[in-house]
């Protein structure tokens, strides 16, 4: 085996460790706006009946931000909704974040 070709066999191991890395990261994202019914139903903490509240809601409007999801869908502030930002999930493309969650405890 030559350096030339140890080097590029070298070159693919790290390519593939990354990328399996990464598609974790990938898979967990979930856009609450576009999210199926199924997709919603899959996340730790939601079950048929706040999947179908998310659902009601976002028929009559999209949701602006993790504020606006809070108080609009009951059951979805506190630990449920931090468990869900733990998870990956955006709203309007917003990640949680721990300001967001300290600010929460503060009201």
């Keep these: 085996m030559t350096l ?3 080097i590029a066999d070298c070159g693919w191991r790290w390519a593939t460790a990354w990328l399996v890395c990464l598609l974790p990261l990938a898979a967990v994202a979930l856009e609450i706006n576009t999210a199926t019914r199924a997709e919603l139903e899959q996340l730790n903490g939601v079950g048929v009946a706040m999947a179908e509240r998310v659902l009601n809601e976002r028929a009559k409007a999209p949701f602006r931000d993790w504020d606006d999801l809070q108080r609009r869908v009951k059951g979805m ?3 449920r909704s931090e ?3 733990g998870q990956g999930v955006t709203v309007n493309g ?3 974040s721990r300001a967001a969650r300290d600010d929460e405890r503060k009201r």
Excluded: K, V
């Design 4 to 6: 030339g070709s140890r």
């Design 77 to 79: 502030r506190g630990a």
């Design 83 to 85: 468990r869900l930002q």
């Design 94 to 96: 917003i990640p949680g």
